[in-house]
């Protein structure tokens, strides 16, 4: 069976305060979005991969893509919905039947390694469903909607989860569905299997695989990108 990427990009991206969307702005030498592209095609697991832009950009995403070359996995740009859930779902209404594993990663996150993605896939081959993630930094705490604080978790207990996430295509398919019958949103698609009660592996990433989500992020990616070049 095929192994098969789900790259989410139809975000706003409102957080980045910026006319141009978070996914298009240059990063160094390309667009943050040509990055992603490149790790995704870069690792020999991955057989194909399935773009999700917003539903304007759909023509303008395959001309980039078009004339980035050297991306010869690509198998689809299709458009997102309005929620992160909304666009991973279209995404896999687009995969062929003989896809085996599906590994969705967000467009913002263009630091990703392809010996990173390898890892989550080899796991993922076991358990059926894994993601990368690393220990939190900062304590944190829940709190109402005037910011009183209700709890503190334990920090030793929390993980942040990034992407890739990758399941066996029958589960991620039977998650989605039955998060689309409950009403359940969520805004990764781990969740969803939590919600079925189906296990979910762990895998130590990085903390350089960060989501470029406010104006602070590029600077920080710059700053890898420029150091892994020396
Ligand atoms: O909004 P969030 O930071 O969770 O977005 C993570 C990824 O999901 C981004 O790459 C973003 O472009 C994508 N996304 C999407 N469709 C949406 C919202 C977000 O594809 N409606």
Redesign the pocket.
């Known amino acids: 069976g095929k192994v098969i990427a789900i790259v989410?990009?139809?975000?706003?991206g409102s957080r980045m305060g910026s006319t141009v969307k978070k996914?298009y702005l240059q990063l160094v030498d390309k667009p943050v979005i040509m990055h992603t592209l490149a790790a995704l095609e870069q690792c020999p697991e991955i057989d194909g991969i399935v773009i999700?832009v917003g539903p304007g950009e759909v023509a303008l995403c395959q001309e980039m893509i078009d004339q980035g070359n050297a991306l010869s996995k690509i198998m689809a740009v299709v458009p997102?919905?309005?929620?992160?859930q909304?666009?991973v779902y279209n995404g896999l209404c687009a995969l062929p039947q003989d896809t085996e594993l599906v590994l969705i990663h967000?467009?913002?996150r263009p630091l990703i390694r392809p010996e990173e993605i390898a890892e989550v896939i080899r796991v993922t081959r076991e358990i059926g469903a894994a993601a990368l993630a690393v220990p939190l930094k900062d304590t944190i705490k829940v709190v109402d909607e005037r910011g009183i604080v209700m709890a503190t978790p334990r920090r030793e207990t929390l993980w942040a989860v990034q992407t890739p996430q990758v399941f066996r295509f029958s589960l991620i398919m039977q998650a989605h569905r039955r998060a689309l019958d409950t009403g359940m949103l969520a805004?990764d698609d781990c969740a969803l299997i939590e919600a079925l009660g189906s296990p979910v592996q762990l895998v130590a990433g990085s903390y350089e695989n960060l989501?470029i989500?406010t104006p602070e992020d590029l600077v920080l990616a710059e700053a890898f990108i420029k150091r892994r070049k020396n």
């Open positions: 989410p990009a139809a975000g706003s996914q999700v997102g919905g309005d929620h992160r909304t666009s967000d467009g913002a805004t989501k989500t």
